[in-house]
């Protein structure tokens, strides 16, 4: 019965190791993606042109809220001075109310114009530095491609940073 158990035993792991050899190898390389596409040309001029933008949208706003809250501190001081009566405080505060909400909606609005200016600008260069991780993998024979960052340790002979770098003309 032992003598049986032993063949089978050493039988599994007979085959358990002709397969393992029969297995292509999986080549990894890695990479440090953020750098790469943080240092791209492309990159730069599309998060100056971003910045330029939430800069506009932001001054949009800045004049509303700026007149808002002078309307406020000039409803205070009146309150304060006696000058108004409970209806018009009441009509202020309503006033001031919907202010508030027409401005935060414009905000609201505004994100989202700066959200689509964002994709428009970068989805491409996405696109572009992937090709390029892509092609870089494909014509070195790697089959995975890993984050530097994230790995507690891997050989310089896989890291094809300045693989991509070279493909994406940097």
């Known amino acids: 019965m032992n003598k049986s158990i032993i063949k089978i035993c050493t ?14 190898a999986q080549k990894v390389g890695h990479m440090s993606s953020q750098a790469i ?6 990159t730069k001029s ?7 933008y939430r800069k506009q949208l932001s001054s949009q706003l800045e ?10 501190q000039k409803g205070n001081e009146d309150v304060q001075a006696g000058v108004l009566t409970r209806i018009q405080i009441q009509a202020l505060e309503e006033e001031v109310r919907k202010e508030g909400a ?15 200016r964002e994709i428009e600008l970068l989805q491409p260069l996405e696109q572009k530095f992937n090709a ?5 993998a494909d014509e070195s024979g790697y089959t995975y ?10 050989n310089d002979s896989d890291n094809i940073t300045d693989k991509v770098k070279a493909k994406l003309g940097m």
């Open 11 to 24: 039988l599994a792991l007979a085959l358990v190791f002709a397969a393992a050899t029969g297995v292509d």
């Open 37 to 42: 596409f943080l240092e791209m040309p492309e």
């Open 46 to 52: 599309a998060q100056k042109n971003l910045e330029d």
């Open 63 to 72: 004049g509303r809220q700026k007149a808002l809250q002078q309307k406020i």
């Open 102 to 116: 027409e401005i935060e909606k414009k905000a609201m609005e505004l994100e989202q114009q700066y959200a689509k």
């Open 132 to 136: 390029a991780v892509k092609q870089v």
């Open 145 to 154: 491609i890993l984050e530097t960052a994230t790995l507690l340790h891997a």
